[in-house]
Every structure is written in C-alpha cells, then in structure tokens.
C-alpha cells in the first residue's frame, strides 16, 4: 500500500489531508517522495521557525538522550534547571518561573487550572475566533461551533467575547472572573492583530478586578512576529503559554508565571513534562535564534514580505495584514482553491478561516525564496 493508503487505512481520519507525502526538510525547503522541491511558508504551523533539518538542534537532542534522555521531575536535571533559568531570562517582566509540558493545549490546560487555583474564582474569558487546542479545556476556551459540538457539554465557565472589544469585555468580567486569556495576534482566527491600546486596557481592567491575564504565544512565541515574544510590542502577561516552536521541532509545551500564580504540589504534573532530550533541544534552538538573529531576521523580511505583497494588484484582495514573519492574506472569496494552486507552484501556505491565506515561514526563509514566493502569489491573484 502507498504512504496515503496506509495512512488512510490505519488512522483516525481526522486531519483534512493535501495529498502530498513528504519526506525531507532543509532550511525553509520541504521535498516530497518524489524529489519534487516546495518553499515552506506553513513552517508546520509554526513549529519550525529555525528551519528544517537543523544540526544543532540534532546534535543536542543525540547527545541528551544517549547521556539520560528521561528524567520525571521528581528528581531534578542539570538540563531542565538551565532552560528554567534561559526562559525566565528572556520573558518579560516578572514572568521567573516555568511549568513545562509537551503541547499548546496542555500549556493552555495548566494556565486554565493555574487561574483557578491561584484566584479561587471559576470563569475565563477568552475571545471569539481564538483557538487554544483541543483538549477538553483549551478546546472550551476555542472558539468554533464545529470544534466544540461533538464533545459537549464543555467545561462550564467559560465565556467568549469579540476580540479587540473592550467595552464587550469589561461588560463580562464578574467578581467570579479569574483569568482572560487571548492571542495577541490570533493565528488560526485569520491573522487579526490586536490594538495595543486595548490590550494595555486590558491589564488596567485586570489589575482593577484583582483578574489574571493568560497570554497565548503558542503560534507567536519565539521570534515569529519580530519580537521574541509577541506579548513585549502588546502587554505583559501574568501567564505565557508556549510550544509549537519552543523545542525547535522536539514536541514541548510551557507555561511562564509570576509570583501571583500558586498551585498546589502534586496537583498538576506530567510525565514527559521538562523532559531532559526536550529541554535540551529547547536549549539548543533558542541558541540558534540568538546566534543565527532570527528575530531581527522575521522583522526585516517580514516588513519585506508585507510590502512585497501589498505591491500586487488585485481584485481578489481584501486585505494583507501581519506583524513579522505572520502574515495574512484575505481574499474576497474562498481562499481553499489558490491554497492548492500554489502547492502546484511549489509554495506551501496554511488557511486561515475561508478566506485567509497565511503565511508562517521558518525563520531562516531568505530574501530570494520570499521573492518566489511573492511571484508565485501573482501569478494566482493578478486579474
Ligand atoms: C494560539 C494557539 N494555541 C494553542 C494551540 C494548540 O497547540 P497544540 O496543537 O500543540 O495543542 C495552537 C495550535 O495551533 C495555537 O495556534
């Protein structure tokens, strides 16, 4: 049987799949089983900000595993200890402590339970088409009907208000409010970049009402949007949530925290959580955003990009928005049918939404595959 039949036969079908089967990375390039060679613009939604295929990161995750690759933190780890330390280092403001886990959903998990455990209130307020995961709390904090109506009923106490709203919001909070929880920029609801001004409101309301703000940096962490964390050009957050890009590739989740979060010893744990091998690959690849500047790097290029971009002319446009290497196309009508014509182009692009093409390039994409990519967008959009 083909990759595609085996997948197909022996998996839960929940994945819309692209019927492309791929076999190799390197840098921003991604090649298929049959050596056919595409520019990655998806990044695996954000995971790959240092690229495809990268040595140090290899290299880190080798020597850790054969040195001790497991390691349950009931017992400490010289490794895990010194990401603790690098992370609390490079977060803003007060955020000096970390719990680790192994993905997005879980980070989001733990922050749900942390606001709870830390305010003794029940109710988060998250924000209509945000998306924090799919576990059985982070899923109640995403927005989305379609996600959420076959596991009802969902958590109670959470509550959805339109983004980027403040008096919708102010209207929600309660003295039963614990947390809010949003994305500075919401990735999957279609690239929306929030106001700073509102978000600056935010935490005045917050600090007013004795109420914790849960930033989510799981698609917007590490150097995506030209700023280490998104949160520094926004707000500074009570809780951080963080993965995809965090372990470069190795599967990691985190949650930073200041002093006001508590939670009880014993009562929120996991076994792979601050794992040594993927700690050490966390390690190792902000190592490599340092050394390799790819901060500056999504901020240059994606200034370009944008610009590039917004020099196309067409009718089919909405709008062209993005912060970094985060962009978002919109267009008047269904964006599904030029997602595969630019496959067809060697270009590969994530849907944001219908209408929204979305763009999360590895870190590391150059000037000239940023050009292709920009032609191969005029080719499908010029009227
Ligand atoms: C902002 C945000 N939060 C949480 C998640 C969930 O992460 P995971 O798929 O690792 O559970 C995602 C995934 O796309 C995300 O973009």
Redesign the pocket.
């Known amino acids: 049987m083909s990759t595609q039949q085996l997948e197909q036969t022996y998996e839960l079908a929940v994945y819309p799949r692209r019927d492309i089967v791929l076999v190799r990375g390197s840098g921003a390039r991604l090649f298929d089983e049959n050596g056919r060679e595409y520019i990655d613009c998806a990044a695996n939604?954000?995971v790959s900000n240092i690229g495809h295929g990268n040595q140090t990161v290899a290299r880190a995750v080798h020597d850790q595993y054969l040195t001790l690759g497991n390691c349950y933190s009931m017992f400490y780890s010289p490794v895990r200890a010194h990401l603790a330390q690098k992370l609390a280092s490079l977060a803003p403001g007060k955020l000096n402590r970390v719990f680790f886990c192994?993905?997005?959903?879980?980070?989001?998990e733990a922050a749900i339970k942390f606001a709870r455990s830390s305010t003794g209130r029940q109710e988060i307020i998250a924000a209509m088409r945000?998306?924090?995961?799919?576990?059985m709390g982070?899923l109640a904090a995403?927005w989305g009907p379609e996600y959420q109506k076959p596991f009802a009923p969902m958590l109670p106490g959470l509550k959805h208000v339109p983004y980027n709203n403040l008096a919708k919001l102010e209207a929600a909070l309660g003295d039963n409010t614990a947390a809010v929880l949003l994305?500075v920029v919401?990735?999957?609801g279609g690239v929306r970049v929030g106001d700073k001004g509102y978000f600056q409101k935010v935490r005045e309301m917050c600090d007013a009402h004795g109420i914790l703000l849960i930033i989510?940096?799981?698609?917007?962490g590490f150097g995506r949007t030209g700023t280490l964390f998104a949160c520094e050009q926004f707000v500074e957050p009570d809780m951080l949530?963080l993965?995809?890009s965090l372990a470069g590739g190795i599967?990691m989740?985190a949650v930073l925290c200041n002093d006001r979060i508590k939670v009880p010893v014993k009562s929120h744990t996991s076994t792979f959580g601050g794992n040594p091998t993927a700690c050490a690959a966390a390690l190792a690849s902000i190592g490599v955003i340092e050394k390799e500047g790819l901060v500056e790097k999504s901020r240059t290029l994606g200034g370009y990009f944008l610009k590039e971009l917004g020099r196309i002319e067409s009718s089919k446009i909405r709008e062209i928005r993005g912060l970094g290497l985060m962009l978002g196309i919109e267009l008047k009508e269904k964006a599904g049918p030029y997602v595969q014509q630019l496959t067809d182009k060697g270009v590969i692009v994530l849907l944001a939404g219908a209408t929204v093409i979305r763009l999360l390039p590895p870190l590391v994409i150059t000037k000239e595959e940023i050009d292709t990519v920009v032609a191969a967008f005029k080719d499908i959009l010029v009227d």
């Open positions: 939604v954000g192994n993905s997005g959903a879980e980070a989001n945000g998306f924090h995961g799919k576990t982070a995403t994305e919401q990735g999957e989510d940096e799981v698609q917007t949530c993965a995809k599967p989740g």
